[in-house]
């Protein structure tokens, strides 16, 4: 009974997420993952609809109308309509777009500035019981994505930084052919 009481607030702070991430036209974030299968550190860059995702391992880059996604250690490139089924991870708010789409709120609590917001799946998962989605509670801003698994494996993405950035070049987004021929 008393989590059913939060739900309303979880519904709204995800949607006021949402919409802060939705209306920046441009901005840089620094993020760091941490996965059973895979950690580091990954930056991100984007700028009206189009994005740059850069980890050690590959980049993913939308220009409006195709995604690149460059992998470097087995030296092949994927490219992808942007209208594609599936779910993409490029953008932030892809990640968001995915969790909306894929979770419903369940409870959320203050933790000093930081709302957290407990989002169960839609779809029955055996081994997924919940994600946990910390929002800045002044600014609306994520500031990370935890996993919470029934075998205690899970995964955790981190904001680091995110902010407005002004003056991003285009060439960002734009794929070269000739720099990836050998993939």
Not at 2 to 27: E, F, I, L, N, Q
Not at 89 to 109: C, E, H, Q, T, V
Request: proline share 3%; glycine share 8%.
């Amino acid at each position: 009974m008393v989590w059913g009481h939060d739900t309303p607030d979880a519904a709204r702070v995800m949607v006021g997420c949402v919409k802060r991430v939705k209306v920046m036209d441009s901005y840089t974030a620094q993020i760091e993952y941490d996965s059973p299968y895979m950690q580091g550190r990954a930056s991100l860059v984007f700028k009206d609809g189009k994005y740059l995702f850069s980890t050690d391992a590959m980049e993913r880059m939308c220009d409006g109308e195709y995604i690149y996604t460059v992998m470097n250690d087995v030296k092949e490139v994927n490219v992808e309509n942007i209208d594609a089924e599936g779910e993409a991870l490029g953008s932030m708010s892809d990640i968001l777009n995915i969790f909306a789409r894929n979770f419903k709120p369940y409870a959320a609590y203050r933790k000093g500035d930081v709302w957290v917001l407990v989002l169960n799946p839609v779809a029955q998962d055996r081994n997924l019981m919940c994600v946990e989605v910390e929002i800045d509670a002044l600014t609306y801003m994520p500031r990370a994505f935890v996993e919470k698994m029934k075998e205690g494996e899970g995964s955790e993405i981190k904001i680091l930084e995110i902010g407005g950035a002004k003056g991003i070049d285009e060439k960002k987004f734009t794929f070269d052919e000739k720099k990836y021929k050998d993939m």
